[in-house]
């Protein structure tokens, strides 16, 4: 990781619970704004979003649900351990990232073939490790489809980091859009995103457009991988109807907006698949950096990144590594909040 994305973030800017239950309504959390031209920074408030957009942008939402993906089990021989989901593979089975509660994760006994009691007579069979991220294990469960997601939301819990406070409802976690359930982890770009807000939004000229990414793991609870920012294969599916209004957008001299690095990922994967923008179902692991060609996004909404994080290095794509690196020193001088339930960032 380059020198520009290390910094230290003082513990008490971790956003250790919901806006809401700071007494801050889901829509005024504050806004960073960059300016790509210029490099400027400026400071705002999320329920201010219109002043910063134009007339004819398009913002591009990820609509997928965020799932409960913390689930308990416990093995034959005794131990219990925390399965976390992490991606829903082609052939129905589940990657997912194993975290034995004694602490040691050799006293789990963590090996091929081993079976899971999840409870509710949801069992599951551990077969091979993922080739590409070790830490992860592929899980074929005893049910599928919708009973699958069902037991899932009675026996779950959202996926909670050290810096949270405390176990949140899942409601938390969602965006007033999502629709989908497939997610990991909540795209939490548009978590600030009101009704009110978006109709206002409507009312000044801008359009909507939504496609689907259903997130994997932030962190795979091992510093050395974290740093090493290993990719996973995230879902991704755009409608006819969306690609519709990118073009549309591109073609009338409007600015393409993505709502959180997810929509990055999966518009430029699709535009380097075809050359262009159309309905695509696939999967992407696509990595940016200072240097990478952004063939469709214009501007990026999205949160505050933690040091040495991957979407960093997306960052990057939009401005000179030198130009995030005095913005973030700017919200940490201005006491801006980080992660899922923090403050924002537009950079247009």
Known sequence: ????????????????EPPERRGVARDRVRLLVLDRATGAIQHSRFDRLSEHLRSGDLLVFNSSRTLPAALNACTSRGPCLEVRLAQHLPDDSWL??????????FACGLRSG???????????????RDARIPRLWKIRFSKSGTELVDLFYRLGQPIRYEYVSAPWDLDYYQTVYAKEPGSAEMPSAGR?????????????????????????LSSYLDDELDRAHPVSEEEYFLSEIAAAKIKRAKQNGGRVIAVGTTVVRALESIAREGGQIASAHGYTRLHLAAGSPLQVVDGLLTGLHEPEASHLDLLSAFLP???????????????YLWHEFGDLNLIV
């Open 96 to 105: 997912a990232l194993l975290v034995c509660k004694a602490g040691d994760p």
């Open 192 to 216: 600030a995103f009101t009704w009110r807000l978006l109709f206002q939004l409507r009312r000044r000229g801008i359009d909507f457009a939504y496609l689907v990414l259903h997130t994997s």
């Open 114 to 128: 081993m079976e899971l009691d999840f409870g509710e007579d949801l069992r599951g069979e551990v077969s091979d």
């Open 321 to 335: 590594a030198a130009k995030i690196q005095d913005a973030y020193a700017e919200a940490i001088r201005e006491r």
């Open 1 to 16: 990781m380059a020198a520009p994305f290390t910094f230290t973030l003082p513990d008490e800017l971790n956003a250790k």
